[in-house]
């Protein structure tokens, strides 16, 4: 069992940054691959970035792709989504997931934190 709790969330202004962070329980951290999800109002949840269990390989969504960048410390259990240059369309509650093998798709992952906001300002 892994129980997973992100922070870093916010009100920014188109433009800027901020710095998710998911820590998780446990000691086989490092044994899962680790993906940022998010999901705006009336939409479906999305992939974002997703990274294997060493930080070896990384894959981003196209949409924010040079602007995001995930990574981990498994020493901390803790993995990140730096997020740069923000647009009004970043606007959602992102979710970190753990899983076996790292994948786009959230039926990859088998479990999930509870989301924190991230609203982008015009």
């Known amino acids: 069992q892994v129980q997973l709790v992100e922070s870093g969330g916010g009100l920014v202004q188109a433009g800027g940054s901020l710095r998710l962070s998911c820590v998780a329980s446990?000691?086989?951290?490092?044994?899962?691959?680790m993906g940022w999800f998010r999901q705006a109002p009336g939409k479906e949840r999305e992939f974002v970035a997703a990274?294997?269990?060493?930080?070896?390989?990384?894959y981003y969504a196209d949409s924010v792709k040079g602007r995001f960048t995930i990574s981990r410390d498994n020493a901390k259990n803790t993995v990140y989504l730096q997020m740069n240059s923000l647009k009004p369309e970043d606007t959602a509650v992102y979710y970190c997931?753990?899983?076996?093998?790292?994948?786009?798709?959230?039926?990859?992952?088998?479990?999930w934190g509870q989301g924190t906001q991230v609203t982008v300002s015009s």
């Open positions: 990274i294997n269990w060493n930080g070896g390989s990384t």
């Open positions: 446990g000691r086989t951290f490092s044994r899962y691959a």
């Open positions: 997931a753990a899983g076996g093998i790292v994948g786009k798709g959230p039926y990859q992952y088998d479990y």
